[in-house]
């Protein structure tokens, strides 16, 4: 009796496997369509940088980057060199740069301090020795970073203790309180090189564990530099971060996402909520406790219209849209601009974009990261079938935000929420195809401070050591900060010889969902607290728009002893030959607002006078007083001098 | 042998199964969105407030209730007198018509006679208002038609214009800001052309309209009649109310059936305005009246303020935000009004409101920037109908939450939405029993200030001309078109001119939907502003409750013009509140000159005050004089003319 129900069942069967099969087909696509399944992103990456300066500048920075390149493949064995670029660019301002092949005896004598960096340690060939050894027996400076074969044997100590890891440095010449003792608490990230017998007649400037880690030999009247530890280490690990010895970057542990973010980033506990900002102190004792001892340089000063310092105004929305660059409006009333870092689905409209254009304010992308948990994916299918979803990447994301703006350029980022890759410089290479100039993503989400030893902005690397076209600049207040020194706090540091840039982070949607009194007013009591502490309130793309300008900028100097006073400047104390020693300044100033320092002091000599001038006859400037201002940076004192735009010719006057 | 067909009835079952799980899908759809029922909202038509029979100031009213305007053009503006007597004067005398009599006019000062009650006045009314003229009284009549001609000596054709501007104020003498924006206030309804007059005083013009006369004055015995030929009372209730564009309707034909109240102002020039102009229009009239004798009148704020300054919150959502904003009032000595959405606050939320020490409001959920507020049908789990709540169950939601016997008497529309009509939303407010709406006002960011003429509250009236039991109080800056400068100046000529209730509506999710740094700062230094420039800072329910006690009050007064003495009798009430925990008491104000002679003495229930006492209003036309609550004789001497001071 089962047979024809068998029988029936079977003739069914192929039917209903169709039937089920559709309908399963139709249920995969309708639960594909709406989630989408996931796929990664493919950014783009850039290369590092062979960054070439050819600045009329009086320092001169020898790299080899194809040494850097073919350096160790860990962190601690890589080549920094390049750092120097960012040293001397933060610290003076224009710098030149060659190639051992490049450096001749025109570019030599055109320079007044030649740094030959660790890529170009054992490079240096047997018959440009002897012309460095002539040049700087011409009383110029020679700085050597970490030398080694004939370079070591000719200008620094043996070396033949080795390298150690370093653990703290124990002394700073000169350096005077509370630079010297804050110098001593940096957390160190550096190895140095042990010699078995100090150089004959060399000054110790730095020691670190007790040993000279930078010292000091005078040759002829010149005098060369021994840099003996891993200066460039030192200042990435603190700057950019240290990654795992493989370049990657380890997430620590977090409720929310196993995504790394830049607080990962963080060389040592001690620098969350620090107050100082290591990495420059380190550089500036360098440039203006070691190089300006032995020459005297001028500089741009770091800040425009001479403040003793800089607050980045930042705004980070994802919300708001339009209504993101409300703080804009009441900033403005203080002369003050800041940028809209805002993501492309925040709702900022071509109106409201241009509406802070017109206020002088800058959009810059907040940048939904690929692989965080803020990334955003976009459906890909064909017609109305969209089964898979791709993250939205950083071209795709500016591309949507230039169409939005007046301006055809995006030059300031920050990744939302902070989140980082697990490639210690993935984003930045990035940023750097995308042509990304400035990068605000480093910082806290809740404790304020200098956590990356800066808060000026810094040139990024790759993990080969070469230099990336994009600055970071590290957020020092975040929005949410409840651990840390205040802004308050930081602006006194910073007036009071750190000279800082501090970005401070402002959420516009803060007091969207409810009116926090307590913040407005701290908001509002900002303003005064800047201004009070001389600094200027800017924008991210207006800061490095003046860092560019001094980089772009020529200084030239030379330095004539026994030089006649002019009559003003002539005393009792002067007499009887009334001579002096000038520093002769060529500078070209890119923008109205450029300042340059030069030290106070020259050895036991005292500033004078200074003459500024439009031409010199028979080597005397046709010239009137100069109005000079006392400045300091580190404890170092200097002599602060306005420039006007363009060609200046000045004279600094020391007895 | 046959070869058996495949048949899809095998598959029966499976289908089934295929919709069941097909059934059971909408099923759940349909439970996780449920279909709304709308709310049907009862109305409660207007009705006539009880009269007083006390007061300098007599207003008549018509006998019968008017047909239902479909235009404006039908509306009977009636009580919109009403509504400045009771803004400017606070205690006036009310009657019909037909009561009119020599016994209701005796010891009046001012008599005025509407519109719609000149139409069917009979020749005995008008006989006795002769009458009461020429004793001295001063009698206001609004389009006189046929038979007026003797009284106001004004002939008309039965022919009419449209009256939409002044177009002169020289006859007014008036100076300052009133010389200034007399000009500006927008003019709706009717205007009955005449033969060209001079202007006062050569001729009895006072103000011009479409270059024709508008207002004139006549002498009339030892008294004055003053004739408006233009819609005065409409005039005023346009810019109260809004003017409709069609059929007492607003915008264009295809306009929604809710719209914004700003789309009902009677002139853009409102929508930028820092001019009450319905006030301006009131005094400018009113003032007059000093001219033939001194009138006071209850001030309309307690003691001398100068003004009021209510700050509100209205939230459909972010009942967090307001309480926020209440909290920081409370900090700064200030107090807010807080509307909250009744399904979006809990208890601990209500406790927290209590302690702000906030009013609350409610805010009737209309689904227009959120879901509507609704009730679901259905048995246990299973409830796939939903109901909106009507503005009554949303009242009782709210009064629930809030626990204690809480009872809500102030009312916001979401998003200012109002029914595309005369008075609907009126009526439906109304009906559920609030007793004050504060919906009117500007919407967008670049809109502020007195949009309906007036920052004082006024009752609405309906499309038979009777006015609601409820009071619509009109805020002046909203979200982001509350800015430090705006509030200031809006504070400066409160203080130095125009005397207002200053209302802000400061939207908890204003700093989400168009932050900007003037709402927060603005705010911050409302209340320390509204101190500083003597205003009076309150609720809006408090500033009722004054004004209500204020209405209950009684002055009358007496001139002795030989003596040039103003007798004033008052019983002031006062309202103990929240705001003024000493009692919030109307001071007297009275003119500071009669014919150009100053105060001289001041004699309050047989004691000479001291003339230092007396404030100056910001205009500087009359002082005031703080009383406390109870019956008061107050004697006020004006110095004789220089010539009669001579002679004597």
Redesign the interface.
């Known amino acids: 009796m089962f047979a024809p129900s068998r029988r029936?069942?079977r003739?069914?069967l192929p039917?209903?496997v169709a039937?089920?099969l559709t309908?399963a087909l139709i249920a995969t696509v309708m639960y594909l369509q709406r989630s989408p399944i996931g796929l990664d992103g493919d950014p783009q990456s850039s290369e590092g940088l062979e960054i070439t300066r050819e600045a009329s500048a009086d320092v001169l920075v020898v790299l080899d980057y194809k040494a850097i390149r073919a350096s160790g493949e860990s962190f601690e064995t890589r080549d920094w060199s390049a750092v120097w670029i960012n040293i001397i660019e933060q610290e003076v301002g224009p710098v030149t740069i060659a190639t051992p092949q490049s450096l001749s005896q025109q570019s030599l004598s055109a320079a007044r301090v030649v740094i030959l960096t660790a890529s170009v340690a054992n490079q240096i060939n047997d018959a440009l020795l002897p012309t460095l050894r002539q040049w700087v027996l011409d009383g110029n400076l020679l700085v050597v970073d970490q030398p080694e074969g004939r370079l070591r044997e000719a200008f620094s100590a043996n070396g033949r203790a080795g390298s150690r890891r370093g653990q703290q440095i124990t002394f700073a010449r000169d350096l005077p309180n509370p630079f010297h003792a804050q110098l001593q608490e940096m957390p160190l990230s550096t190895s140095y090189v042990g010699s078995t017998a100090a150089r004959n007649d060399a000054t110790t400037l730095l020691a670190i564990d007790g040993a000279p880690a930078i010292y000091a030999a005078t040759i002829g009247t010149g005098t060369v530099v021994t840099i003996d530890f891993n200066l460039g280490e030192q200042l990435v690990a603190l700057q950019q971060g240290k990654p795992t010895a493989r370049f990657a970057v380890k997430a620590a542990a977090r409720p929310e996402s196993s995504t790394p973010s830049t607080e990962d980033l963080v060389l040592d506990e001690r620098l969350r909520g620090a107050s100082v900002p290591y990495a420059d102190l380190l550089e500036r004792f360098i440039v203006y406790g070691v190089l300006m001892r032995y020459a005297p340089l001028p500089a741009f000063w770091q800040f425009p219209n001479g403040a003793k310092g800089a607050v980045i105004l930042v705004h980070e929305d994802s919300?708001?849209g339009d209504?993101?660059g409300?703080?804009l409006?009441?900033e403005t009333t203080f002369g003050a601009v800041s940028t809209l870092l805002t993501t492309v689905d925040a709702g900022l409209t071509s109106e409201g974009a241009a509406q802070i254009n017109k206020r002088g304010g800058e959009v810059g992308l907040l940048w939904r990261l690929a692989s965080s948990p803020a990334e955003v994916r976009e459906p890909v299918g064909m017609g109305r079938f969209k089964p898979v979803a791709r993250p939205i990447d950083l071209a795709t994301q500016l591309k949507a935000l230039k169409a939005t703006l007046p301006v055809d350029f995006v030059r300031s980022t920050r990744t939302l929420d902070g989140w980082w890759s697990e490639s210690w410089s993935g984003p930045f290479e990035t940023m750097a195809a995308n042509g990304i100039r400035i990068d605000t993503s480093y910082g806290l989400r809740s404790t304020s401070g200098f956590a990356f030893g800066t808060g000026l902005p810094f040139l990024a690397f790759d993990s080969r050591g070469m230099p990336l076209g994009v600055r970071e600049m590290p957020v020092i207040v975040p929005a949410q900060a409840i651990a840390g020194p205040s802004l308050e706090e930081l602006l006194r540091i910073s007036a009071e010889g750190h000279h800082q840039a501090l970005t401070v982070s402002m959420d516009?949607?803060l007091?969207?969902?409810?009116?926090?009194?307590e913040r407005?007013?701290k908001w509002?009591a900002m303003f005064q607290s800047v201004q009070d502490a001389e600094h200027v309130m800017t924008s991210a793309l207006r800061f490095d728009t003046y860092q560019r300008n001094r980089r772009a900028g020529s200084i030239r100097s030379r330095l004539v002893e026994r030089a006649p006073l002019p009559e003003n400047a002539r005393s009792s104390a002067t007499a009887p030959n009334h001579q002096g020693t000038v520093l002769r300044i060529s500078a070209e100033a890119k923008a109205r607002n450029m300042f340059i320092v030069v030290p106070q002091n020259l050895g036991e000599r005292r500033f004078l006078i200074a003459r500024q001038g439009a031409k010199r006859v028979q080597g005397e400037l046709l010239s009137t007083a100069a109005v000079t201002e006392p400045a300091s940076i580190v404890g170092f004192e200097l002599r602060r001098i306005a420039l006007e735009q363009g060609f200046n010719t000045i004279d600094i006057y020391y007895h | 042998m046959r070869r058996e067909q495949p048949s899809l009835g095998g598959l029966k079952w499976d289908v089934g199964l295929v919709g069941l799980v097909i059934l059971a899908t909408v099923g759940v759809a349909s439970l996780r969105e449920p279909r709304v029922q709308p709310a049907v909202e009862a109305t409660i038509a207007g009705s006539r407030p009880p009269d007083r029979a006390e007061g300098d100031v007599l207003l008549l009213l018509p006998n019968t209730p008017a047909a239902e305007a479909t235009n404006f053009a039908e509306l009977d503006c009636s009580y919109g007198w009403f509504n400045s007597l009771w803004q400017e004067y606070g205690s006036f005398a009310t009657a019909l018509s037909r009561q009119l009599s020599p016994e209701i006019l005796a010891g009046r000062s001012v008599v005025i006679v509407p519109a719609r009650v000149a139409e069917t006045m009979p020749e005995s009314g008008m006989r006795a208002l002769s009458s009461f003229a020429k004793a001295g009284g001063q009698v206001v009549i609004e389009m006189p038609g046929e038979g007026w001609q003797g009284l106001t000596q004004v002939a008309t054709s039965g022919k009419t214009l449209h009256a939409t501007r002044i177009t002169s104020v020289e006859g007014m003498s008036v100076h300052g800001p009133m010389r200034e924006h007399l000009v500006d206030v927008p003019l709706t309804g009717r205007l009955l052309p005449t033969a060209r007059l001079d202007a006062y005083p050569v001729g009895p013009m006072l103000l011009e309209v479409e270059e024709q006369p508008g207002l004139v004055v006549h002498p009339h015995g030892r008294g004055f009649v003053y004739t408006l030929l233009f819609d005065y009372g409409c005039s005023l209730t346009a810019m109260h109310q809004g003017k409709p564009t069609r059929e007492m309707a607003f915008g264009l034909p295809d306009a929604p059936d809710l719209i914004t109240t700003a789309e009902r102002v009677a002139h853009e020039r409102m929508l930028t305005s820092h001019v009450p102009y319905a006030d301006l229009l009131k005094r400018a009239l009113f003032q007059r009246f000093s001219l033939a004798r001194p009138v006071p009148r209850l001030w309309p704020f307690p003691t001398t303020h100068a003004g009021a300054m209510i700050v509100g919150h209205a939230t459909p959502e972010m009942t967090r935000a307001a309480l926020g904003y209440a909290d920081w009032a409370r900090k700064q000595g200030g107090i807010s009004t807080i509307f909250i959405a009744p399904d979006r606050l809990t208890l601990t939320e209500a406790t927290v409101a209590r302690q702000t020490g906030a009013e609350i409001g409610l805010l009737w959920v209309r689904g227009a920037e959120r879901e509507q507020a609704i009730e679901t049908i259905g048995i246990g789990a299973l409830r796939p109908v939903a109901r909106e709540l009507t503005l009554s169950q949303q009242l009782g939601q709210l009064q629930g939450n809030l626990g204690h016997g809480h009872t809500v008497r102030l009312a916001r529309t979401e998003e200012s939405l109002w029914h595309n009509d005369w008075a609907t939303t009126f009526k439906q407010l109304a009906a559920a029993s609030i007793r004050i709406d504060h919906s009117f006002g500007p919407k967008k960011p670049e809109h502020f200030g007195y949009l309906f003429g007036t920052g004082m509250p006024y009752y609405p009236i309906d499309e038979r001309g009777l006015p609601l039991a409820l009071l619509e109080l009109p805020y002046v800056l909203n979200g982001a078109s509350i800015t430090p400068q705006r509030l200031k100046r809006m504070l400066v000529n409160s203080e130095s001119n125009f005397h207002q209730a200053i209302a802000i509506n400061l939207p908890a999710d204003a700093m989400r939907r168009e932050p900007a740094p003037g709402i927060l700062l603005g705010f911050r230094d409302a209340f320390a502003m509204a101190k500083a420039h003597n205003h009076w800072v309150t609720t809006a329910g408090d500033f009722v409750d004054f004004l209500s006690a204020r209405r209950q009050s009684v002055l009358t007064s007496q001139w002795s013009a030989p003596e040039r003495r103003l007798t004033i009798s008052a019983n002031v009430m006062g309202a103990r509140l929240p705001t003024m925990e000493d009692g919030a008491v109307p001071g007297i104000a009275f003119p500071r000159t009669f014919d150009g002679e100053d105060i001289i003495r001041v004699v309050v229930d047989g004691k000479d005050v001291a003339l230092r006492h007396l404030v100056s209003t910001g205009s500087n036309v009359e002082r005031i004089l703080k009383v406390a609550p109870g019956r008061h004789t107050v004697q006020v001497f004006y110095a004789q003319p220089a010539a009669e001071a001579l002679n004597r």
Not at chain 1, 511 to 517: I, M, T
Request: cysteine-free; glycine content about 6%; charged content about 25%.
């Open positions: 029936k069942q003739r069914v039917y209903r039937f089920w309908m919300q708001l209504g993101g409300w703080m409006e009441h516009p949607a007091f969207a969902d409810f009116p926090d009194a407005f007013e509002l």
